[in-house]
């Protein structure tokens, strides 16, 4: 497991360096007490799902891994 710091607006990018592979970045929107509030910019036909939601949109696909 990669783990970076980022300040308030700061962000991190994965992939998009040779045009084809999909770009992601994360960005932090908001620091407030205890939480991080987080935006995504992926490509269009890339799903983001919360963790505790992944395992309920798989199943709803008929899919288990």
């Known amino acids: 497991m990669l783990v970076l710091s980022r300040k308030n607006h700061e962000s991190v990018v ?3 360096d040779d045009g084809l592979h999909r770009l992601f970045r994360v960005k932090v929107l908001e620091i407030c007490g205890g939480k991080v509030k987080l ?15 992944r395992t309920t949109v798989r199943a709803a696909a008929g899919r288990t891994t």
């Not at 935006?39 to 939601?53: I, M, N, Q, T």
């Open 14 to 16: 994965v992939g998009g």
């Open 39 to 53: 935006g995504f910019e992926v490509d269009p036909d890339v799903s983001v799902y919360r963790s505790e939601l």
